[in-house]
Structure formats: structure tokens, C-alpha cells
């Protein structure tokens, strides 16, 4: 299983090069203030990336491998959502560099949305 975390290249950049887990839970939200870090499930990144980063054209996509997270994974519904509600993937703490498999490019697409590859 893999998961997915749309970020921001200057912002995944930044932690890389410093060799420092990434911090960044959403666009401008950092771990600190949201808690988790935001994470997608392959059928739900192009979704996102439709709600969130319409107009980004610095997206990243990290491919994520569970197994190698030191903070807790957890599957569940936003915050206030009623029953039924889509879950999410939620990391509570830092993304390890080590757990990044894959950093894909998502390019601004022609309707302004950046473009996710297939994934799975």
C-alpha cells in the first residue's frame, strides 16, 4: 500500500536538502498548526489537488511507503464530517524522508488544476 501527500516543490526542497523530515501538513498549514500531516489515497489525489492547488504550478506529488513512517498513520474522516463521511490518510508527525519512495511532478494542466499521473 502507498499514500500520497501533495506538496509544494520549494517547500519539499527545502526539507530535503536540509536532510530534515517535511513539516508542511497542507497548502500554508504547517504540522504545527493542523496536527497531522494531510495524505491522500491514489483515487482520492486527483480530487485534491482539484480543491486545493487549482492554480499551483509548483506541485509535487510524494509517493509514501507506510512502513517506513515514524509517526502515527491514521485513517480517518475530516474533522466535523457526518457518518459515512470519506476517510483520509492522517500522519501524526513528520513525514521521514526515508519514507518517500517518489517525488512525481504534477504540471498545471490546461483547466488550471495540476495534473496528477495515474497512480496505485
Excluded at 506541485?59 to 463521511?85: I, K, W, Y
Aim: net charge negative; with cysteine; glycine share 10%.
Amino acid at each position: 500500500m502507498r499514500i500520497y501527500h501533495l506538496a509544494l516543490a520549494p517547500e519539499w526542497e527545502a526539507a530535503r536538502a536540509a536532510g530534515e523530515p517535511y513539516r508542511r501538513s497542507t497548502l500554508g498549514v504547517s504540522l504545527e498548526e493542523e496536527g497531522f500531516v494531510h495524505c491522500s489515497f491514489p483515487e482520492q489525489v486527483a480530487a485534491t489537488a482539484e480543491r486545493f492547488y487549482a492554480g499551483r504550478d509548483d506541485v509535487v506529488v510524494l509517493v509514501l511507503d507506510p512502513e517506513r513512517l515514524t509517526s502515527p498513520l491514521v485513517v480517518e474522516a475530516p474533522a466535523g464530517a457526518g457518518p459515512g463521511a470519506e476517510e483520509f490518510p492522517h500522519v501524526y508527525g513528520p513525514l521521514d524522508l526515508a519514507a518517500v519512495l517518489d517525488v512525481v511532478p504534477a504540471p498545471l494542466g490546461p483547466a488550471g488544476v495540476p495534473s496528477v499521473p495515474s497512480l496505485g
